[in-house]
């Protein structure tokens, strides 16, 4: 089972940007699917994006679609997730999350490795 550690998150005001980084070790990294959720305080976890093992195919939330682009290199074992004109609402941890196949999906279910998160704070 592959292990997960995210980093990049931090404080940023309204309309700025950040890029979080999930580095994996110890599994099949470049043959799943990946992906990013985040769980704001007093809020279920939420899908987020979403990549297929070679990085073809990408799926968003609506609530990110246009301000964040997920990425992948198999080649250094990472994800990225590239956010920009954060809004405050987009204020929570953020989990990178691998994949039970090489596809990609929206559902928690389908994801059976969890980092431990990193917090992302926006302020207006």
């Known amino acids: 089972q592959v292990q997960l550690v995210e980093s990049g998150g931090g404080l940023v005001q309204a309309g700025g940007s950040l890029r979080l980084s999930c580095a994996a070790s110890?599994?099949?990294?470049?043959?799943?699917?990946m992906g990013w959720f985040r769980q704001a305080p007093g809020k279920e976890r939420e899908f987020v994006a979403a990549?297929?093992?070679?990085?073809?195919?990408?799926v968003y939330a609506d609530s990110v679609k246009g301000r964040s682009t997920i990425s992948r290199d198999n080649a250094k074992n990472t994800m990225y997730l590239q956010m920009n004109s954060l809004k405050p609402e987009d204020t929570a941890i953020y989990y990178c999350?691998?994949?039970?196949?090489?596809?990609?999906?929206?559902?928690?279910?389908?994801?059976?490795?969890w980092g431990p998160g990193t917090q992302v704070t926006v302020s207006s």
């Open positions: 999350a691998a994949g039970l196949g090489q596809s990609t999906s929206r559902e928690p279910a389908y994801f059976n490795s």
């Open positions: 110890g599994g099949a990294f470049s043959l799943l699917g």
């Open positions: 990549i297929s093992w070679r990085g073809v195919s990408t």
